[in-house]
């Protein structure tokens, strides 16, 4: 019974923290506005609860903030639980979405449906990178295979699928694009949040909670994994259907985040590993850890986006490897001094 109560008490507080940064979120710009304000707007918009207020700080809350927000812990949730599934899977601390060139092949796949109309228009955005994803990581998984050395071949093999991707895109843009396509695409390659908008939740939204539900659903299989798959085997785990599963998960999860908010580096390598810290290596406990921490982290990283310059919004991708490259380094400093 005190075992429930206790992680009721923990779900609870993970609840107030969410709503705390996104209360955040909502209320810290270029022109601050009330924390009440704020809860006052989302009354009126879920509850018709009648405040009155100004029209434009209630317009600037809803239908720009509090939707950026959400985005915004919705991509960071879906980084950071691709990437500790990915860790677990492949049984490297390095390997995440961006790193494995995931997300430059979901941002192929993307510009190629934007810019070169794959498809033929039966393709959407995100469809078009998730199969830019599953491509990019099935070309590092064969490469890695062929080089054979080892888990460093999975990040060998993820850089130059990062690099060949990168290019593509490049390319693309450069020859097909015309001036304000290119300007826009590669704005929004570095991570962009500016035009997000409640349509964009529709989408973000379901991917995180689904990529979260299957995550959850195979947390006892990502915790055989840790010990290689042959021991996952031994203990029954359908190794092949789950490895499969989970990537498709993972890469799914990447492209919905990528043809939104374009490509995000470093949550998903940091944030899992700031969560073992936190809470341990049990899969149960470390996916909504690992999704709670790169939500809060992505909405503190679109606000210091918006308030570090004035008048001017940096791409979040500038602010998520800020933040993260140093961070990186002092969690390999930790390990080295705990090795």
Known sequence: ????????????????????????GAAVGETSIPLEVVARTVANRLWGAGYPLDPIDEGIVWNYRLSRAVVAACCGAALALSGAVLQALLRNPLADPYILGISAG?????????????????????????????????LVSLLAAKAGRGRSAIILAGVAGSQLFNALTSFIVTKAANAEQARGIMFWLLGNLSGIRWPDVSLALPAAVLGLGVCLWHARALDAFTFGADSAASLGIPVRRTYVVLVGASAMMTAAMVSIVGSIGFVGLVIPHAARMLVGVRHGVLLPAAALIGAVFMIVADVLSRILIAGQVLPIGVITALIGAPAFAFLLGQRRAQA
Do not use: D, Q
Not at 7 to 22: D, H, K, N, P
């Open 1 to 24: 019974m005190s075992r429930s109560f206790s992680s009721i008490g923990r779900a609870g507080a993970a609840l107030l923290l969410l709503v705390a940064a996104l209360w955040m």
């Open 106 to 138: 979901a941002s192929t796949g993307a510009v190629g449906v934007a810019i070169l109309g794959l498809g033929s228009g039966l393709l959407t955005l995100p469809a078009g990178a998730f199969l830019g994803a599953v491509l990019a990581f099935a």
